[in-house]
């Protein structure tokens, strides 16, 4: 596991590699240092997450809420300069509720997704639409497979072995690592 999650930092390894030193968490884009890669509260004690800090979607957003003063510091590098660009999203996020702002950004050109719990998360069009929830022939579900090959996709089989089905594979197998 060790292995997979360090193959899946190399947006966050530029100080480690560059500069020979841990990065500042807060102040790193996708750690809480930039404002448009965040999740924010709303309303109804949902959230909303942001997730694209190109100068266009930061655009598109801040002039559609009127705080143009703001693009130029929530387009730079992430840091302390995007604290007031945070604090006007938390203020505005708070106002409505979740449900009220995926409507409001239906249409516009901003990374924005509604924040899922699980079960909305396991229950949207899209997760069943990638068959990532499976119902076996008793009926009981299952995440699906998240590798899907265009010719040949892959089988979920939830079936659970018997008692000691394999226990005799397993002692001739032992047995000839063995040498016995």
């Not at 009127?66 to 945070?86: C, F, T």
């Not at 008793?138 to 089988?155: A, M, Q, V, Y």
Request: with cysteine; glycine share 8%.
């Amino acid at each position: 596991m060790l292995d997979a999650t360090l193959s899946w930092l190399p947006n966050a390894t530029g100080a480690v590699f560059a500069e020979d030193c841990a990065p500042v968490v807060k102040q790193e884009r996708q750690w809480g240092g930039g404002a448009f890669y965040g999740i924010y509260a709303t309303a109804d004690g949902r959230h909303v997450v942001l997730g694209g800090s190109e100068h266009k979607f930061v655009k598109n957003l801040l002039h559609a809420l009127d705080r143009n003063d703001l693009i130029a510091a929530a387009s730079g590098p992430p840091g302390p300069a995007h604290d007031p660009a945070q604090a006007f999203l938390r203020e505005t996020f708070a106002t409505r509720t979740r449900d009220d702002w995926e409507a409001w950004f239906e249409g516009r050109d901003v990374c924005f997704a509604p924040l899922l719990d699980l079960h909305e998360a396991f229950s949207h069009p899209h997760t069943k639409a990638r068959r990532m929830v499976e119902r076996d022939a008793e009926g009981n579900l299952h995440i699906g497979l998240p590798i899907k090959f265009r010719d040949e996709p892959g089988t979920l089989n939830p079936r659970l072995p018997a008692f000691g089905e394999h226990t005799a594979d397993v002692i001739a197998e032992a047995r000839r690592r063995l040498g016995r």
